[in-house]
């Protein structure tokens, strides 16, 4: 992680700012641009930044991300574009500009934060679910053409973890019963998955590619 440079989108708080955090911590320089420098909702915000964007990236965590509720008669189509395009292709375009000047230096990690609904689901999760579950097919497609380059690519899954997401999704009675249908009784916290991505981002990593690995204290498994 020393001397590598990353770029960290939604460091400005929870997964994103832990992950950032921690990367710094190990020697890392650190891009995380604000919402306004980098709108992962709009190609046109994306373009620009990347067009302004002169440090060579290292390692791409693409963690921007948003979750509005609906059943499939509730969503409205640009709901589900804007979902689609902040968890989907957002992470795409910056992948597509990125990854090439990562091969020409013969190494670079990408990870995309997905989430346990890309895997199972919960109802008025279907653009959110529809989203993560392509971001994981982004993963693997971008592990396969990028492994002989010496990118790897996966995604790191979690599922409650203790932010404002969560807390804006699920009411307090609604957060007491997660927490007991988890089999290790608690949220989980940024910071551990910040470990998790700081593992799979790093030199330690050298084998593990086009992976989703879940992060959710057990909560899958039952
Ligand atoms: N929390 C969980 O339990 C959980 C579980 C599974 C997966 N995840 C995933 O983990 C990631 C981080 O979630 P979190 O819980 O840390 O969320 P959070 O606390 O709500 O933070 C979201 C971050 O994403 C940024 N963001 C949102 N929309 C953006 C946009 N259009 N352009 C640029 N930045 C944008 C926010 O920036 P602003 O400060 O400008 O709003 C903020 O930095 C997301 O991809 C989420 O889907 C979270």
Redesign the pocket.
């Known amino acids: 992680m020393k001397g590598r440079t990353a770029l960290v989108?939604?460091?400005?708080?929870?997964?994103?700012a832990a992950i950032a955090a921690k990367f710094r911590a190990e020697g890392a320089n650190v891009v995380g641009p604000?919402?306004a420098e980098?709108?992962?909702?709009s190609a046109a915000s994306i373009d620009a930044y990347l067009g302004k964007l002169s440090a060579p990236v290292d390692i791409l965590v693409n963690?921007?991300?948003?979750?509005r509720l609906g059943s499939s008669v509730e969503v409205a189509d640009g709901h589900f574009e804007e979902t689609l395009q902040?968890?989907l292709l957002g992470p795409f375009r910056l992948a597509r500009a990125l990854a090439p000047k990562m091969a020409s230096r013969r190494w670079g990690r990408i990870l995309n934060?997905?989430?346990?609904?890309s895997l199972v689901t919960r109802e008025r999760r279907v653009t959110y679910s529809s989203a993560?579950s392509a971001m994981n097919g982004l993963t693997r497609s971008l592990a396969v053409e990028y492994g002989p380059s010496g990118v790897l690519v996966n995604a790191l899954?979690?599922?409650?973890?203790d932010?404002?997401?969560?807390r804006k999704n699920n009411s307090a009675e609604e957060i007491a019963q997660i927490e007991k249908a988890i089999p290790l009784g608690r949220l989980g916290n940024?910071a551990e998955l910040a470990e998790a991505a700081s593992f799979l981002c790093s030199g330690r990593n050298g084998y593990i590619t086009g992976q989703v690995l879940v992060a959710d204290g057990g909560y899958t498994c039952r």
């Open positions: 989108t939604g460091a400005s708080r929870g997964i994103g604000a919402r980098l709108d992962l909702s963690c921007a991300g948003m979750n902040v968890h934060i997905s989430s346990v609904w993560k899954a979690p599922g409650y973890v932010t404002e997401l969560t940024p």
